[in-house]
């Protein structure tokens, strides 16, 4: 344990915390963006993809999602079966609430042919509007699945891919090279 746990009362209520863990057959999942005091009471610690496969395989009862909405989101659509917990019940990403549903099927309407393509870290009301949901890892695997012809409504950010992957120099190879439209 780091230096901010080491107070009597944080002692406590680190002891409080592992017991009730124990009880309820708790798993404590915590994103990177976390206070050290918290990753250090975590089962895993990892980004949202490492602890969306962690709670998707884990076999604890409840699932404790130290991180933000979308993410305790996602561990719920992978373990339906499971009590999932999200601390801070107001903790939004920035990035997720940038694409509301409203505004994402109101462009759906306006682009019935697109193929919808929403990153990770949307809502769950967004990923279930959209025919792909990709990580930065597999963003150009899937933009390459999607045929050529095919226009492309996208809900993330480009910047999250590389000038190589976007092929800016050599626009006829890359698989963003074709009509993509954004929010």
């Keep these: 344990m780091n230096n901010t746990t080491s107070s ?4 406590n209520l680190v002891k409080e915390i592992l017991s009730w863990k124990k009880k309820r057959e708790a798993v404590i999942l915590a994103h990177v ?8 009471i975590a089962d895993f610690t990892g980004d949202s993809l490492f602890l ?3 709670a998707a ?21 992978l373990s339906p079966e499971k009590i999932v ?3 801070e019940i107001k903790a939004g990403c920035p990035l997720a609430d940038m694409a509301p549903a409203e505004k994402v099927k109101n462009k759906i309407k306006e682009l019935p042919e697109a193929v919808v393509v929403s990153y990770v870290n949307s809502s769950a009301t967004v990923k279930s509007l959209s025919d792909y949901c990709c990580t930065s890892a597999n963003a150009v695997q899937i933009a390459r ?10 809900l993330f950010s480009l910047i999250t891919l590389s000038d190589r992957d976007l092929s800016i120099s050599a626009p006829v190879a890359s698989p963003w090279a074709r009509k993509i439209r954004g929010l």
Excluded: H, N, R, W
Aim: glycine fraction near 4%; charge should be neutral.
């Design 145 to 154: 699945s999607i045929p050529a012809e095919k226009e492309i409504f996208i």
């Design 52 to 54: 969306s496969q962690q």
């Design 57 to 77: 395989k884990t076999k604890a009862k409840v699932i404790v999602f130290c991180g933000v909405q979308f993410m305790a989101e996602t561990a719920s659509i």
């Design 85 to 87: 917990l999200l601390p």
């Design 8 to 11: 009597p009362s944080s002692k």
């Design 33 to 40: 963006y976390q206070p050290g005091e918290i990753q250090d």
